[in-house]
């Protein structure tokens, strides 16, 4: 790769980033399309996140994609926010304009590519929604945006499941979200569902464990996205596979976000179905091999995640550990 004195610059923040895969990904994506970019990790401390992006718009950075835990902090230094990323209140790209930043939220639009991959459209679908955080709130807006036909939210707090519910009703002006407590999921009233699972649960180093054991539940699942990406196949991916149904991993959400933020800074060139199997490709080997594996526990000591979103509380708690960031 040859970068000159005019290279376009972008790169990732997070606190930490050492195990972030996106300068692989996008250096690749640059590389393949003979692109002048380059695009590098910075480590961001939480107190100087506002300094930080002052600091890039002056250094010229074209972008920047923004991870654990910053999503929520860098709003306030933006100049304008998309509207996706305003109704799940949370960016995770960042595109220069003249005297700032706008702020993007690709997450959505990513997961929507995830699962348009295993050949299915979310308008008209019957969906479950597993989880009530952040990451869930993105999978929400998404449900919602591509009109699915009624989203069941199932969470083990009901009251975050039914706030979340009703703020997308209310966004959407239509009833097609219903909350629900973990437990009642033996209510559930349709006969096959596309499911997302946005919990923690699962997740490297606690695998072997998903938020519903019961066979039964998974029989009326067809399709599953599990936004966890480590290990490659979760214990709920195997249930799912289990009841019959077809099950993928948060690896592709992950890509597709990548080459969403990618194609906004770089709005002339589309990257190919190739070029993002080849990348599948390189990132699998990099994240499940055994060293790999090595690498993920080393950040974990840092106090580190693996996670599209998460609050800074539960990074080093119990229940630690789902999907990664950029
Ligand atoms: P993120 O931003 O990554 O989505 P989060 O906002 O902390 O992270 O949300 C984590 C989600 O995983 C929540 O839906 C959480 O359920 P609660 O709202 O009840 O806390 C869910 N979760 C985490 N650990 C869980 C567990 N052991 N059993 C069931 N759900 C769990």
């Given at each position: 790769m040859t970068i000159s004195g005019k290279a376009m610059v972008c790169g990732v923040m997070g606190n930490p980033v050492g195990h972030s895969l996106s300068p692989m990904m996008q250096n690749y994506f640059a590389e393949k399309l003979n692109l002048d970019f380059v695009y590098i990790p910075c480590n961001v401390p939480d107190e100087q996140v506002g300094e930080a992006i002052k600091g890039i718009y002056a250094l010229g950075f074209e972008g920047i994609n923004v991870t654990v835990p910053h999503k929520q902090r860098v709003m306030p230094y933006l100049l304008e926010i998309d509207e996706a990323a305003r109704c799940i209140g949370a960016v995770n790209t960042l595109v220069r304009m003249e005297g700032g930043y706008k702020g993007y939220n690709t997450d959505a639009e990513g997961l929507f590519r995830a699962v348009k991959r295993q050949g299915i459209e979310v308008s008209g679908q019957d969906c479950l929604l597993l989880g009530a955080g952040g990451a869930a709130k993105a999978a929400a807006y998404m449900l919602m945006k591509h009109r699915a036909r009624s989203v069941a939210v199932l969470n083990r707090s009901p009251e975050k499941a039914r706030i979340l519910a009703d703020e997308m009703n209310r966004l959407f002006q239509r009833e097609t979200m219903k909350a629900m407590d973990l437990s009642e999921y033996p209510r559930l009233d349709k006969d096959s569902y596309l499911a997302i699972q946005t919990t923690?649960?699962?997740?490297?180093?606690?695998?072997?464990?998903?938020?519903i054991e019961d066979p039964i539940f998974y029989e009326k699942i067809h399709t599953a996205v599990d936004i966890i990406y480590t290990p490659a196949q979760t214990r709920f991916m195997e249930l799912v596979k289990q009841g019959k149904g077809k099950a993928v991993n948060g690896l592709d959400m992950l890509i597709y976000q990548g080459i969403i933020a990618f194609e906004l800074w770089n709005p002339d060139v589309r990257v190919t179905d190739q070029m993002t199997d080849e990348v599948r490709k390189m990132m699998e080997e990099q994240l499940y091999r055994q060293d790999g594996m090595e690498r993920f526990k080393n950040d974990a000591e840092e106090c580190n995640t693996h996670r599209i979103y998460g609050s800074r509380k539960n990074l080093c708690g119990k229940d630690a550990g789902k999907k990664d960031g950029p």
């Amino acid at each position: 790769m040859t970068i000159s004195g005019k290279a376009m610059v972008c790169g990732v923040m997070g606190n930490p980033v050492g195990h972030s895969l996106s300068p692989m990904m996008q250096n690749y994506f640059a590389e393949k399309l003979n692109l002048d970019f380059v695009y590098i990790p910075c480590n961001v401390p939480d107190e100087q996140v506002g300094e930080a992006i002052k600091g890039i718009y002056a250094l010229g950075f074209e972008g920047i994609n923004v991870t654990v835990p910053h999503k929520q902090r860098v709003m306030p230094y933006l100049l304008e926010i998309d509207e996706a990323a305003r109704c799940i209140g949370a960016v995770n790209t960042l595109v220069r304009m003249e005297g700032g930043y706008k702020g993007y939220n690709t997450d959505a639009e990513g997961l929507f590519r995830a699962v348009k991959r295993q050949g299915i459209e979310v308008s008209g679908q019957d969906c479950l929604l597993l989880g009530a955080g952040g990451a869930a709130k993105a999978a929400a807006y998404m449900l919602m945006k591509h009109r699915a036909r009624s989203v069941a939210v199932l969470n083990r707090s009901p009251e975050k499941a039914r706030i979340l519910a009703d703020e997308m009703n209310r966004l959407f002006q239509r009833e097609t979200m219903k909350a629900m407590d973990l437990s009642e999921y033996p209510r559930l009233d349709k006969d096959s569902y596309l499911a997302i699972q946005t919990t923690s649960v699962g997740m490297h180093p606690d695998i072997g464990y998903a938020v519903i054991e019961d066979p039964i539940f998974y029989e009326k699942i067809h399709t599953a996205v599990d936004i966890i990406y480590t290990p490659a196949q979760t214990r709920f991916m195997e249930l799912v596979k289990q009841g019959k149904g077809k099950a993928v991993n948060g690896l592709d959400m992950l890509i597709y976000q990548g080459i969403i933020a990618f194609e906004l800074w770089n709005p002339d060139v589309r990257v190919t179905d190739q070029m993002t199997d080849e990348v599948r490709k390189m990132m699998e080997e990099q994240l499940y091999r055994q060293d790999g594996m090595e690498r993920f526990k080393n950040d974990a000591e840092e106090c580190n995640t693996h996670r599209i979103y998460g609050s800074r509380k539960n990074l080093c708690g119990k229940d630690a550990g789902k999907k990664d960031g950029p």
